[in-house]
């Protein structure tokens, strides 16, 4: 099966468990303080990336076919229930790549997701380690470290509101 089929896979079954379930997960105040507290880390890296011409450098780069760390193939490291968190976010999930030859998330304006593989958040190449240098590599260590935990902590608490439902 073709990468693209792959995740294609993945988002469909990420829609039929938000179709089955979102209502009764947003009524779950567990789910719904982890979703909170998680989107507001995510927002915190977003506004750190922005200060820091993050997000300006990595579009950029994105856009251009030297490389970029947004490569095909990359959307294979998104599972299911990501997917779903990204969805119960309001994330209309894309199923078609809006540029060729990239991740099937990311568009001419960056990553079309809140939610997103630790990789993804994490990575840093070394020209843009080398423009932030130290200090601010450091300062966002700390913030992306919150982002991936709580995306982490409200995996678990979907995979085991799933479990106890049998699914």
């Known amino acids: 099966m073709n990468t693209l089929k792959k995740i294609q896979t993945r988002i469909y079954r990420a829609e039929q468990l938000y179709s089955e379930f979102s209502k009764e997960m947003l009524e779950d105040t567990r789910i719904t303080l982890l979703l909170a507290e998680y989107q507001q880390a995510i927002y915190h890296t977003k506004s750190y990336f922005q200060n820091t011409e993050v997000v300006e450098a990595c579009s950029r780069c994105a856009q251009t076919n030297e490389g970029s760390c947004c ?9 299911h229930i990501l997917l779903l968190i990204n969805l119960l976010m309001g994330v209309n999930l894309p199923h078609e790549r809006e540029l060729n030859n990239h991740c099937l998330f990311v568009g001419n304006k960056g990553c079309k997701l809140l939610a ?27 913030v992306i470290g919150n982002e991936i935990f709580a995306g982490w902590e409200l995996e678990q608490a979907l995979r085991n509101w799933l479990r106890n439902k049998n699914y």
């Open 71 to 79: 490569f095909e193939g990359m959307e294979d490291n998104y599972d």
């Open 116 to 142: 997103r593989y630790y990789f993804c958040v994490n990575y840093f190449c070394p020209a843009l380690e080398n423009t932030l240098g130290e200090q601010k590599m450091n300062q966002l260590s700390t």
